[in-house]
C-alpha cells in the first residue's frame, strides 16, 4: 500500500468515524442497541434453558434432553400439523375479513367508515380469554344459545354447530384478529395511488384484470406482512387453544408450552425447546418475505410523482357493500359482545333469549369496581400502555427505517430481530426480564419500569411489521430529492416521512396500546405492591374466586376506557389526515 | 335503589376515564378485640421491623381483607401480592437463586414442592391446633386449608340416584360419554386412585373410564366447577371440593359426590429463608393458622385444618371423611412421574 493509499485510507475511516458521530447516527445506533438488547434478554434466556438440563428450579449442565423429551415422539407431528391448519387458516380467513373492510372503508364512497373503524378497534379491546369464553356460550352443542335457538327453530335434536373443532377454532380467533388486519392494510389501500389502476382501464383493461395485476401486486409488501403477523399471530396464539381446543383435544404448540409453564415446578426446558420450533419459523417466514418484497420500489405508491388518493365510486352498490360489512360486523363482533353484556348482568351462566335461573342486576359490576387493586390497576395498565406505545412505535420506526433505507440488503436481519419475540411465549419473557434484571445492577424490580421493559420486549413486533409495510410504500426519491435540494436531516423527518407516515404509526400505536392495556402472561411475573395490571386482575378472575357474570363484568368495564381512548386517537388521526392531503393538494396545484 | 345509583355512578367514574382518581374502595373487616395468635413478644420485633410482603395464590377479594386483620391487629404494613402457583413457584425460585429478598411469607398449594433451603424451619405456635397430616415433619410448612378431591356433578343434568357408587363404575356409564370433565393436572387424584387400588388395578380402571367416558380434559378447577355448574359438563370426575363449594354458594346447580379415595392436600403457609422481615413473617404465619384465618376464610368455602372452625357448607368434611381419606403430598421429581403418567392415561401420544 502506498503512503497516498494509507493516508487516503485514513482519511476515509476518519470521515466514517465522524458520520458515525453525527448526532442522527448516534441516535439511530443508540435505538437500535436498545432494541437489540430488549430482545437478547428473552432470547438468550430461551435458548439457554431449551439447551441445558430443566432441575425444575433453574438451568443445570448443558444438555439436549429438552429436544429430545419435545422431539422424540409421534406426537410433535400432529402438534405441528395442528398448529400449521391453525395459523394458516386463521390467517387466510382474516386477511379476507380484514381485506374487505379495508376496501371498503378506505377505497370506496360506501358510507359507515368511521362506524366499521370504531367496531375494529372495539373488536380487539375485548381481551383474548373473553372472546373465547363468549364463543363457546354462543356456539358450544351443550349450552351455546344460537345453537338452542337454531334446535328449537328447526325441531333439530343435534345442535347444528359446534365450537369445539378447528373450525370453531379458526373462527374464533379471526373474528377476534381481523381488525388487525384491517389496521395494517387499510393505510396500505388508503395512500394507493389510484391512477395506476386508472391507466390500466383507460388501455382497456377490466376491473376483474386490474385487481390481481395491478391492485394486488402493488399491495403485496402490505398483504405479506399482514399473512406473516397473522401466521405467527395463530402459531402463538394462547386463549383459543386453552379453551376451545383442549376440550376438542385439538392440541398446537401453545397448549403444550402452556402445560410445561403451568405445571409446579414449571418446565421451562421443554416449553423453551418446543418453542424453539415456532422461533425458527418466524425466522424463515421473515427471510421470505424479504425476499418476496425484496424490490422495495416496485411497491412504492407514494412517489414524488404527485400522489393523489381517490375512492372508488360504488353507485348503487354504496349501501349493499355497507350492509354487507355492517354483517360481518353483527355475526363477528355483535354475537360476543351481546353475550358478554348479557352475562354481566348474572352470575352463573345465562343465554340471551332464553331466560336465566337468576335474576339482572349490577351485583357482578358492584363487585369489579369494588375488588380492592381495580382502580389503581386501571391506572398503571393505561401509564404502562401509553408509554410501551410510544417507545414501541418510536424504536420500530427507527429499525424499519435502517433495515429499508439504510441496509436494504441486509435489512432482514434487524426485521427478524424485532420480530422474534413473537416467537417467544409471554411467560418466558416475563421470567427471562424478572431474572435479568435481578442479576444486573439496575433498580427497576418491582417497579412499573420492569413492566415497561417487558411490554416494549412484546410488542417490537407488531410495530415492525406496521411501520415496514407502511415505509415500503414511501420511495425514498421522495427523501432524496428533499436531500438534494438541501434539506436536513431533520426537516426532512418532519416535513415528509412523518406527515406521510402519521397513520400508520397511530395505526401502530393504538394497537399496542390495546393489547399492552391486556396484557396478562409477562406482567404476572413482574408485578409488585402497588403495581398491579389490570391483565393479572383477569387472570385472578378466571383462575380463582371470579364468576361468569364477574369475569364478564371485568371485560365490558374493560372496554369501555379503551373505546374513548381509541376514539380519542381516531379523532386525531383524522385531522391530522386531512391536514396532510390538504398539504398534498395544495402543493400540487403549486 | 342506593346500590344501583352507587353503581351507575361509579361506572360512570371509570368510563370516563377514572384513570386519575383516587378512589380506593375501603372493604375491610372489623378485627375482633382479642387475638391469640399475637404473640406479644413475636409483635415487638415484628413491629420494629414495620413491614410484610406476602406471595399467595389466594385472590385479593379473600386476601386483602384478611390481611388488614393482621395489620389493624398489629399496625404492620401489608404489601400483597398475588400469582398462581406455578407463577409463584417460577418467580421465588428466580429471585432465590438471585439472592434477592423479597417476600416473608408465601401461601399457596404447591409449597411442598419447592427445595427445602428456601424455606425457614419454623413452627408457630397454631399449629398445634390443625390436623396432624398437615404438618410438615420438617416444619417447613403448615396447611391453612384443606383441599379434598372428590368429583362433581350438575343436578339438572344427572339424578342423585343415579351417580356411581365407585370410579370402576364410570366406566359402564356409557351414556356420559364426552359429558365427563377433569383436569389435565390431576395427578395428586391419580396417585391416590393408585394407593388405594394397587398399580395395576387402578391402570386397567382408568383406562376403562378413558375408553368410555373419553373425558374433556380442562385447564383449570374453577374454570371446570364453573362449566359443570354451567351444563357444559354432566359431572367433574374429579374436582377441588372448596371450588365446586364454592360455585355452589353462587347459586349454581352443582354438587359434591364422595367416592373411595378421597385425595387430600393442602393450602399451606411457610416463612422464607430469606426473609426481609422474618419476625414479622413469623407472626404472619402464626395468624394463617389461628381460629380467626381460617373462620374467615371458611366463609368463602374453603375447609379448614383446623377441629375448632366450622366447615362451609357444614358437614361437608364429615362427608368426605366416610371415605378413604388418601394425603398426597408430592415432591417435585414426584410430581413430574405423575404428571406424565397423568398425560399417557388421559392423552395417548
Given at each position: 500500500?502506498?503512503?497516498?493509499?494509507?493516508?487516503?485510507?485514513?482519511?476515509?475511516?476518519?470521515?466514517?468515524?465522524?458520520?458515525?458521530?453525527?448526532?442522527?447516527?448516534?441516535?439511530?445506533?443508540?435505538?437500535?442497541?436498545?432494541?437489540?438488547?430488549?430482545?437478547?434478554?428473552?432470547?438468550?434466556?430461551?435458548?439457554?434453558?431449551?439447551?441445558?438440563?430443566?432441575?425444575?428450579?433453574?438451568?443445570?449442565?448443558?444438555?439436549l434432553q429438552n429436544f429430545v423429551e419435545a422431539y422424540s415422539s409421534w406426537h410433535i407431528v400432529r402438534l405441528f400439523a395442528n398448529s400449521a391448519i391453525f395459523a394458516a387458516?386463521?390467517?387466510?380467513?382474516?386477511?379476507?375479513?380484514?381485506?374487505?373492510?379495508?376496501?371498503?372503508?378506505?377505497?370506496?364512497?360506501?358510507?359507515?367508515?368511521?362506524?366499521?373503524?370504531?367496531?375494529?378497534?372495539?373488536?380487539?379491546?375485548?381481551?383474548?380469554?373473553?372472546?373465547?369464553?363468549?364463543?363457546?356460550?354462543?356456539?358450544?352443542?351443550?349450552?351455546?344459545?344460537?345453537?338452542?335457538?337454531?334446535?328449537?327453530?328447526?325441531?333439530?335434536?343435534?345442535?347444528?354447530?359446534?365450537?369445539?373443532?378447528?373450525?370453531?377454532?379458526?373462527?374464533?380467533?379471526?373474528?377476534?384478529?381481523?381488525?388487525?388486519?384491517?389496521?395494517?392494510?387499510?393505510?396500505?389501500?388508503?395512500?394507493?395511488?389510484?391512477?395506476?389502476?386508472?391507466?390500466?382501464?383507460?388501455?382497456?383493461?377490466?376491473y376483474w384484470q386490474v385487481m390481481p395485476k395491478i391492485t394486488l401486486p402493488l399491495l403485496r409488501p402490505a398483504i405479506l406482512s399482514t399473512l406473516l403477523l397473522l401466521f405467527?399471530?395463530?402459531?402463538?396464539?394462547?386463549?383459543?387453544?386453552?379453551?376451545?381446543?383442549?376440550?376438542?383435544?385439538?392440541?398446537?404448540?401453545?397448549?403444550?408450552?402452556?402445560?410445561?409453564?403451568?405445571?409446579?415446578?414449571?418446565?421451562?426446558?421443554?416449553?423453551?425447546?418446543?418453542?424453539?420450533?415456532?422461533?425458527?419459523?418466524?425466522?424463515?417466514?421473515?427471510?421470505?418475505?424479504?425476499?418476496?418484497?425484496?424490490?422495495?420500489?416496485?411497491?412504492?405508491?407514494?412517489?414524488?410523482?404527485?400522489?393523489?388518493?381517490?375512492?372508488?365510486?360504488?353507485?348503487?352498490?354504496?349501501?349493499?357493500?355497507?350492509?354487507?360489512?355492517?354483517?360481518?360486523?353483527?355475526?363477528?363482533?355483535?354475537?360476543?359482545?351481546?353475550?358478554?353484556?348479557?352475562?354481566?348482568?348474572?352470575?352463573?351462566?345465562?343465554?340471551?333469549?332464553?331466560?336465566?335461573?337468576?335474576?339482572?342486576?349490577?351485583?357482578?359490576?358492584?363487585?369489579?369496581?369494588?375488588?380492592?387493586?381495580?382502580?389503581?390497576?386501571?391506572k398503571t395498565s393505561v401509564l404502562l400502555a401509553a408509554m410501551a406505545a410510544t417507545l414501541v412505535v418510536l424504536l420500530t420506526f427507527v429499525m424499519a427505517w435502517i433495515a429499508?433505507?439504510?441496509?436494504?440488503?441486509?435489512?432482514?436481519?434487524?426485521?427478524?430481530?424485532?420480530?422474534?419475540?413473537?416467537?417467544?411465549?409471554?411467560?418466558?419473557?416475563?421470567?427471562?426480564?424478572?431474572?435479568?434484571?435481578?442479576?444486573?445492577?439496575?433498580?427497576?424490580?418491582?417497579?412499573?419500569?420492569?413492566?415497561?421493559?417487558?411490554?416494549?420486549?412484546?410488542?417490537?413486533?407488531?410495530?415492525?411489521?406496521?411501520?415496514?409495510?407502511?415505509?415500503?410504500?414511501?420511495?425514498?426519491?421522495?427523501?432524496?430529492?428533499?436531500?438534494?435540494?438541501?434539506?436536513?436531516?431533520?426537516?426532512?423527518?418532519?416535513?415528509?416521512?412523518?406527515?406521510?407516515?402519521?397513520?400508520?404509526?397511530?395505526?401502530?400505536?393504538?394497537?399496542?396500546?390495546?393489547?399492552?392495556?391486556?396484557?396478562?402472561?409477562?406482567?404476572?411475573?413482574?408485578?409488585?405492591?402497588?403495581?398491579?395490571?389490570?391483565?393479572?386482575?383477569?387472570?385472578?378472575?378466571?383462575?380463582?374466586?371470579?364468576?361468569?357474570?364477574?369475569?364478564?363484568?371485568?371485560?365490558?368495564?374493560?372496554?369501555?376506557?379503551?373505546?374513548?381512548?381509541?376514539?380519542?386517537?381516531?379523532?386525531?388521526?383524522?385531522?391530522?389526515?386531512?391536514?396532510?392531503?390538504?398539504?398534498?393538494?395544495?402543493?400540487?396545484?403549486? | 335503589?342506593?346500590?344501583?345509583?352507587?353503581?351507575?355512578?361509579?361506572?360512570?367514574?371509570?368510563?370516563?376515564?377514572?384513570?386519575?382518581?383516587?378512589?380506593?374502595?375501603?372493604?375491610?373487616?372489623?378485627?375482633?378485640?382479642?387475638?391469640?395468635?399475637?404473640?406479644?413478644?413475636?409483635?415487638?420485633?415484628?413491629?420494629?421491623?414495620?413491614?410484610?410482603?406476602?406471595?399467595?395464590?389466594?385472590?385479593?377479594?379473600?386476601?386483602?381483607?384478611?390481611?388488614?386483620?393482621?395489620?389493624?391487629?398489629?399496625?404492620?404494613?401489608?404489601?400483597?401480592?398475588?400469582?398462581?402457583?406455578?407463577?409463584?413457584?417460577?418467580?421465588?425460585?428466580?429471585?432465590?437463586?438471585?439472592?434477592?429478598?423479597?417476600?416473608?411469607?408465601?401461601?399457596?398449594?404447591?409449597?411442598?414442592?419447592?427445595?427445602?433451603?428456601?424455606?425457614?424451619?419454623?413452627?408457630?405456635?397454631?399449629?398445634?391446633?390443625?390436623?396432624?397430616?398437615?404438618?410438615?415433619?420438617?416444619?417447613?410448612?403448615?396447611?391453612?386449608?384443606?383441599?379434598?378431591?372428590?368429583?362433581?356433578?350438575?343436578?339438572?343434568?344427572?339424578?342423585?340416584?343415579?351417580?356411581?357408587?365407585?370410579?370402576?363404575?364410570?366406566?359402564?356409564?356409557?351414556?356420559?360419554?364426552?359429558?365427563?370433565?377433569?383436569?389435565?393436572?390431576?395427578?395428586?387424584?391419580?396417585?391416590?386412585?393408585?394407593?388405594?387400588?394397587?398399580?395395576?388395578?387402578?391402570?386397567?380402571?382408568?383406562?376403562?373410564?378413558?375408553?368410555?367416558?373419553?373425558?374433556?380434559?380442562?385447564?383449570?378447577?374453577?374454570?371446570?366447577?364453573?362449566?359443570?355448574?354451567?351444563?357444559?359438563?354432566?359431572?367433574?370426575?374429579?374436582?377441588?371440593?372448596?371450588?365446586?363449594?364454592?360455585?355452589?354458594?353462587?347459586?349454581?346447580?352443582?354438587?359434591?359426590?364422595?367416592?373411595?379415595?378421597?385425595?387430600?392436600?393442602?393450602?399451606?403457609?411457610?416463612?422464607?429463608?430469606?426473609?426481609?422481615?422474618?419476625?414479622?413473617?413469623?407472626?404472619?404465619?402464626?395468624?394463617?393458622?389461628?381460629?380467626?384465618?381460617?373462620?374467615?376464610?371458611?366463609?368463602?368455602?374453603?375447609?379448614?385444618?383446623?377441629?375448632?372452625?366450622?366447615?362451609?357448607?357444614?358437614?361437608?368434611?364429615?362427608?368426605?371423611?366416610?371415605?378413604?381419606?388418601?394425603?398426597?403430598?408430592?415432591?417435585?421429581?414426584?410430581?413430574?412421574?405423575?404428571?406424565?403418567?397423568?398425560?399417557?392415561?388421559?392423552?395417548?401420544?
Amino acid at each position: 500500500m502506498s503512503l497516498a493509499q494509507a493516508r487516503l485510507g485514513t482519511r476515509s475511516d476518519r470521515a466514517l468515524a465522524h458520520a458515525w458521530l453525527r448526532p442522527r447516527n448516534l441516535a439511530l445506533a443508540v435505538c437500535v442497541l436498545i432494541a437489540g438488547w430488549l430482545v437478547f434478554v428473552p432470547l438468550a434466556a430461551l435458548l439457554y434453558t431449551a439447551f441445558t438440563e430443566d432441575t425444575g428450579f433453574g438451568p443445570g449442565p448443558w444438555s439436549l434432553q429438552n429436544f429430545v423429551e419435545a422431539y422424540s415422539s409421534w406426537h410433535i407431528v400432529r402438534l405441528f400439523a395442528n398448529s400449521a391448519i391453525f395459523a394458516a387458516g386463521t390467517a387466510l380467513l382474516t386477511l379476507i375479513m380484514g381485506a374487505l373492510v379495508a376496501w371498503v372503508v378506505e377505497r370506496t364512497d360506501a358510507p359507515g367508515g368511521p362506524l366499521f373503524h370504531a367496531l375494529a378497534l372495539l373488536s380487539f379491546a375485548i381481551p383474548g380469554l373473553l372472546t373465547a369464553m363468549a364463543w363457546i356460550f354462543v356456539l358450544s352443542p351443550n349450552i351455546g344459545w344460537v345453537n338452542a335457538l337454531l334446535k328449537s327453530a328447526f325441531g333439530l335434536q343435534e345442535a347444528p354447530l359446534s365450537i369445539y373443532s378447528m373450525g370453531g377454532m379458526i373462527w374464533a380467533l379471526s373474528s377476534h384478529y381481523f381488525p388487525l388486519a384491517y389496521l395494517t392494510l387499510g393505510p396500505a389501500l388508503r395512500v394507493l395511488d389510484v391512477r395506476m389502476e386508472e391507466a390500466a382501464l383507460v388501455s382497456g383493461a377490466r376491473y376483474w384484470q386490474v385487481m390481481p395485476k395491478i391492485t394486488l401486486p402493488l399491495l403485496r409488501p402490505a398483504i405479506l406482512s399482514t399473512l406473516l403477523l397473522l401466521f405467527m399471530l395463530g402459531m402463538s396464539s394462547y386463549e383459543v387453544p386453552r379453551l376451545i381446543g383442549r376440550p376438542a383435544r385439538i392440541e398446537v404448540f401453545t397448549t403444550d408450552i402452556q402445560a410445561a409453564t403451568n405445571s409446579a415446578p414449571p418446565e421451562f426446558g421443554l416449553a423453551s425447546a418446543l418453542s424453539f420450533t415456532l422461533l425458527c419459523i418466524c425466522i424463515v417466514a421473515v427471510f421470505f418475505y424479504r425476499r418476496s418484497t425484496r424490490n422495495a420500489e416496485a411497491f412504492a405508491t407514494i412517489t414524488g410523482k404527485g400522489y393523489m388518493p381517490t375512492r372508488i365510486k360504488l353507485g348503487r352498490w354504496r349501501w349493499p357493500a355497507a350492509i354487507a360489512i355492517f354483517l360481518m360486523f353483527a355475526i363477528s363482533l355483535g354475537l360476543p359482545l351481546l353475550t358478554l353484556v348479557w352475562q354481566s348482568f348474572y352470575r352463573n351462566l345465562a343465554q340471551p333469549f332464553l331466560g336465566s335461573s337468576g335474576t339482572a342486576s349490577f351485583e357482578n359490576y358492584q363487585f369489579i369496581l369494588h375488588y380492592p387493586i381495580f382502580l389503581n390497576a386501571v391506572k398503571t395498565s393505561v401509564l404502562l400502555a401509553a408509554m410501551a406505545a410510544t417507545l414501541v412505535v418510536l424504536l420500530t420506526f427507527v429499525m424499519a427505517w435502517i433495515a429499508l433505507r439504510a441496509v436494504p440488503r441486509s435489512g432482514w436481519a434487524l426485521d427478524s430481530l424485532a420480530f422474534m419475540p413473537i416467537a417467544i411465549p409471554h411467560v418466558i419473557i416475563g421470567a427471562a426480564v424478572l431474572f435479568a434484571y435481578l442479576m444486573l445492577p439496575i433498580p427497576v424490580y418491582n417497579t412499573i419500569w420492569i413492566l415497561l421493559i417487558a411490554y416494549v420486549t412484546l410488542y417490537l413486533p407488531y410495530g415492525m411489521r406496521f411501520i415496514s409495510s407502511g415505509l415500503a410504500q414511501i420511495h425514498k426519491e421522495l427523501e432524496e430529492s428533499a436531500e438534494v435540494s438541501g434539506a436536513r436531516a431533520r426537516q426532512i423527518f418532519m416535513r415528509i416521512l412523518l406527515p406521510l407516515l402519521l397513520p400508520v404509526l397511530l395505526a401502530a400505536w393504538i394497537y399496542v396500546f390495546v393489547l399492552a392495556v391486556r396484557e396478562l402472561s409477562a406482567s404476572v411475573f413482574l408485578v409488585g405492591p402497588g403495581t398491579h395490571v389490570l391483565g393479572t386482575i383477569s387472570l385472578t378472575m378466571w383462575e380463582e374466586g371470579g364468576s361468569y357474570g364477574a369475569v364478564s363484568a371485568l371485560g365490558v368495564i374493560q372496554i369501555i376506557p379503551l373505546v374513548a381512548i381509541v376514539a380519542g386517537l381516531r379523532w386525531l388521526e383524522l385531522r391530522v389526515r386531512r391536514r396532510s392531503e390538504a398539504a398534498a393538494a395544495k402543493a400540487q396545484a403549486g | 335503589m342506593s346500590d344501583f345509583v352507587t353503581t351507575v355512578s361509579r361506572f360512570g367514574a371509570v368510563a370516563g376515564f377514572a384513570l386519575a382518581l383516587g378512589l380506593a374502595p375501603a372493604h375491610g373487616q372489623g378485627a375482633p378485640a382479642s387475638h391469640p395468635w399475637l404473640d406479644p413478644t413475636l409483635l415487638a420485633a415484628a413491629k420494629a421491623e414495620g413491614a410484610l410482603t406476602v406471595y399467595s395464590s389466594t385472590n385479593e377479594q379473600e386476601g386483602l381483607p384478611l390481611f388488614k386483620i393482621f395489620e389493624e391487629a398489629t399496625g404492620i404494613k401489608v404489601e400483597y401480592v398475588r400469582a398462581s402457583d406455578s407463577v409463584l413457584t417460577s418467580r421465588m425460585t428466580i429471585e432465590f437463586r438471585a439472592n434477592q429478598k423479597s417476600f416473608d411469607i408465601v401461601q399457596m398449594t404447591t409449597i411442598n414442592k419447592l427445595p427445602p433451603p428456601m424455606l425457614a424451619q419454623y413452627e408457630p405456635p397454631e399449629a398445634n391446633n390443625i390436623i396432624p397430616e398437615a404438618r410438615d415433619p420438617g416444619k417447613r410448612w403448615f396447611g391453612v386449608y384443606a383441599n379434598y378431591n372428590a368429583p362433581a356433578y350438575n343436578t339438572q343434568k344427572v339424578k342423585a340416584s343415579d351417580l356411581p357408587k365407585s370410579y370402576e363404575e364410570f366406566s359402564r356409564r356409557k351414556e356420559w360419554a364426552g359429558q365427563v370433565a377433569i383436569d389435565g393436572t390431576d395427578n395428586e387424584w391419580l396417585k391416590a386412585l393408585f394407593d388405594h387400588y394397587g398399580e395395576q388395578k387402578a391402570t386397567q380402571v382408568v383406562k376403562d373410564i378413558v375408553a368410555t367416558l373419553k373425558p374433556v380434559l380442562t385447564d383449570g378447577h374453577l374454570a371446570m366447577a364453573r362449566a359443570t355448574g354451567a351444563g357444559e359438563y354432566a359431572l367433574s370426575l374429579n374436582n377441588y371440593v372448596n371450588l365446586t363449594n364454592n360455585v355452589k354458594l353462587g347459586g349454581a346447580p352443582i354438587e359434591v359426590f364422595a367416592l373411595d379415595p378421597v385425595a387430600l392436600f393442602f393450602g399451606q403457609v411457610a416463612v422464607n429463608s430469606k426473609a426481609p422481615h422474618p419476625n414479622a413473617a413469623k407472626l404472619a404465619a402464626n395468624f394463617m393458622l389461628s381460629q380467626e384465618c381460617q373462620q374467615f376464610l371458611a366463609k368463602f368455602g374453603r375447609l379448614p385444618t383446623r377441629g375448632d372452625v366450622e366447615e362451609n357448607p357444614p358437614g361437608t368434611v364429615a362427608m368426605l371423611r366416610q371415605k378413604k381419606v388418601i394425603t398426597t403430598l408430592f415432591t417435585p421429581e414426584e410430581e413430574r412421574v405423575w404428571q406424565r403418567r397423568f398425560t399417557e392415561l388421559f392423552r395417548p401420544r
